[in-house]
């Protein structure tokens, strides 16, 4: 009995164990390819893989392809169900928090309480704000310089008898809104470049004008206390790019401590921290940052280990407090708007997936090279496969459709409320503003919005943009004021610098392109770079002209997207193996310590007038603004002949500009050398007859022309 059963032949089941052998079979050979990016993440979780250990363990990733033998009808049902299974995977996926895998680290427990030891670790991020206060510790005894007097010492709104109804009808510095001829300062031009008057928008800030205000009520004029303010708002702003980078980076730790660390201690910032008058770009900052973080949890993102909720729903009142964020963002300073397109970003990216509509092309290109391919076979299966193709193409565009409806419905609601709230600040801003205003702007504020053809102005833009992402990268060479001819104009293509705006451009568009073609796994990149971009518009010159060449403390917000990508790079040489933990750790630490000596080295210039000019004269040797108001410090200090050679200079370098001329004009009316002060005086009146200047009418004793009157609260006597 044992022999026959022995010897029996082989029945049918055992066919279906072969049969089953072989499909089984050809199912781990389509082994998914997310299953695959699991099992290789699982390994990188542990410590990184050096490039060596890269190159041979790690499985390249495939798309499933048509198995080799057997038959085609059964292949093609196996790539359709392939596709389906990873669009079923994705879908469960999608709701779920989203997690960049490339820099995926093993999380640590930040805050716990060793019970041994009997200690509490304190957690990481609370050391940034302490690092960020302490670096510019040493700038709190600076005095009013250069703009802090018109903001505070000259600021009638901020005093306790003039009523608080008017911050909210003046300018920043307490001029009435649209008064005719007042300069409302760095203020955006949209008039014609070749006028002398321009239309500009009013520089309108009462949240920055009051927070003046409080501080007046507490310590009065003391510089001192203006200065802690601004180094607290600073401290604040510092944090809150750690938690946005936790919501950009999906909760990565370390990442978001290095790129805020770097922000916290960036030397570019001392231009809108030590001086008083930058109060506006650090209060807007850190309403410009809450009002980020607070949509990212509208939308239902969480900071915990655990998944997120579904993505269908939004937190109403986390979106309310958003948009007050936004509000109080604009009125401390107008570039505040540039939050609303960045949140809109971040849902499009990060809650909406943009980027599955690439994934799903993908899948119905794998569809239509599966039916190409059974070309080589009979007519039947060829029909079979083109029925089987056309119905796995109508399933999967019905699951997505539906799936888009359900998970942009709560977009569009968000994106409803951010279009009403944004209408209604600017028809506040309509209401109390009103329109455009015209001041007198002079060429060495800004040449760029005088040049006199469209390829000098545009060259000198591109090479504009240049010098700020320079001063990022190598913020050594600081200055006050960069007006003309500090930075050279660029008047044709022959001009070397030319090269590096073009490598600039260049690499950008290479970083965003390649960004793009993997957008579902470094969609933070693309965000990272509208942080930088979208604040710094306003700046670029290229959609406006700014009442200033290059200001550094424009790139308070900007520098958030370089911080975030250069710790991203940082972390990325890390995490392919190219360094080793200890040197990232030396890197990080290296450039931290450089960034805060050289801004520690920087606060003390703020310190006075004096310093302030005699440092920007180190940089910046050749502006007529920064030769003048230096020499104005010296004959302040009683060096009138040194102050005189000053002024000469700058009027050497920019005859048109009036303050130079009008200051030798007076000094030669002291000496009784009267042809020697008209001959300075003339270039003022002649050149521009319609505008009363203080010193041409006053020190030459004579009044202004009566329809001038109007521009001057000053009482004249012939």
Request: aromatic share 14%; with cysteine.
């Amino acid at each position: 009995m044992q022999g026959s059963v022995a010897a029996r032949p082989p029945s049918s089941g055992s066919s279906t164990q072969e049969g089953g052998a072989a499909k089984q079979k050809r199912k781990k050979k389509r082994l998914n390819k997310n299953q695959k990016k699991k099992l290789e993440r699982q390994k990188k979780d542990t410590q990184p893989l050096d490039r060596q250990q890269r190159n041979g363990e790690i499985v390249a990733e495939s798309t499933p392809e048509l198995s080799q033998e057997g038959d085609p009808e059964e292949d093609f049902k196996n790539v359709g169900q392939d596709i389906i299974e990873e669009q079923s995977m994705e879908d469960t996926e999608f709701e779920q928090e989203p997690k960049d895998e490339s820099f995926s680290v093993t999380r640590r427990k930040i805050f716990s309480f060793d019970k041994k030891a009997g200690k509490m670790w304190i957690p990481f991020w609370l050391l940034i704000p302490v690092i960020a206060f302490l670096v510019f510790a040493n700038g709190l005894d600076g005095q009013l310089v250069y703009d802090d007097r018109a903001a505070v010492d000259e600021n009638k709104d901020i005093l306790p008898e003039t009523p608080w109804s008017d911050m909210w009808y003046h300018d920043y510095w307490g001029n009435p809104i649209n008064t005719p001829g007042k300069w409302t300062h760095k203020v955006l031009l949209y008039s014609s470049f070749r006028a002398n008057l321009i239309q500009v928008l009013q520089s309108y800030r009462p949240i920055a004008t009051l927070s003046f205000r409080l501080n007046y009520m507490i310590h009065g004029k003391a510089s001192f206390g203006y200065h802690l303010v601004n180094v607290i708002l600073h401290s604040v702003a510092s944090l809150l790019v750690y938690f946005v980078g936790m919501i950009i980076f999906s909760n990565e730790r370390l990442l978001s401590a290095i790129a805020a660390l770097l922000f916290a201690t960036h030397p570019i910032h001392t231009d809108a921290i030590d001086s008083i008058v930058g109060r506006a770009e650090a209060l807007y900052a850190v309403f410009f940052f809450a009002s980020f973080l607070t949509y990212a949890l509208s939308t239902n993102y969480s900071f915990s280990q655990q998944p997120a909720p579904s993505r269908t729903t939004t937190s109403w009142p986390w979106l309310i407090v958003s948009m007050v964020c936004f509000v109080l963002s604009v009125l401390s300073k107008e570039m505040g708007v540039a939050v609303l397109p960045l949140c809109v970003g971040y849902d499009l990216l990060y809650k909406c997936n943009a980027w599955q509509v690439i994934f799903v092309k993908r899948k119905f290109h794998k569809l239509l090279s599966g039916t190409l391919s059974l070309l080589s076979y009979d007519l039947s299966s060829l029909i079979l496969s083109l029925s089987l193709s056309l119905s796995l193409s109508l399933s999967l565009s019905l699951s997505l459709s539906l799936s888009l409806i359900e998970r942009w419905k709560q977009f569009w609601l968000r994106l409803v409320v951010v279009l009403v709230v944004l209408a209604a600040y600017f028809y506040h801003r309509t209401i109390f503003v009103g329109g455009l205003a015209g001041i007198n702007m002079q060429e060495h504020h800004n040449p760029i919005a005088f040049a006199k053809d469209a390829t000098t102005r545009w060259l000198s833009i591109f090479h504009l943009h240049v010098r700020y992402v320079w001063l990022l990268f190598n913020p050594t060479h600081l200055s006050v004021d960069y007006s003309f001819n500090c930075i050279p104009m660029v008047e044709s293509f022959s001009d070397p610098r030319n090269a590096f705006s073009l490598l600039l451009y260049l690499s950008s568009a290479l970083f965003v392109i390649l960004s793009l073609l993997s957008l579902r796994h470094h969609r933070h990149n693309i965000l990272n770079f509208a942080w930088f971009l979208i604040p710094f518009l306003p700046a670029a010159q290229v959609f406006f002209y700014p009442g200033t060449l290059l200001a550094e403390r424009v790139l308070y917000i900007p520098s958030v997207g370089f911080c975030f990508l250069l710790a991203f790079a940082l972390m990325t040489l890390w995490k392919q193996g190219y360094i080793t933990q200890n040197t990232l750790g030396l890197l990080v630490v290296v450039m931290v310590l450089l960034y805060s000596a050289r801004t520690v080295t920087r606060n003390p210039d703020w310190h006075d007038q004096t310093a302030l000019f005699k440092s920007a004269l180190q940089v910046c040797p050749d502006s007529g603004k920064v030769l003048y108001n230096y020499g104005v410090r010296l004959e302040n200090a009683k060096n009138v002949e040194e102050a005189v050679g000053y002024y000469q200079r700058a009027v050497t370098i920019d005859p048109s500009y009036d303050a130079p001329n009008a200051r030798l004009g007076k000094y030669w009316i002291k000496k009784m050398n009267f042809t020697k002060a008209l001959e300075y005086y003339k270039r003022i009146v002649d050149r521009r007859p319609h505008i009363y200047h203080e010193f041409a009418y006053h020190d030459a004793g004579t009044s202004p022309p009566p329809s001038l009157v109007q521009f001057s609260d000053h009482k004249w006597k012939k």
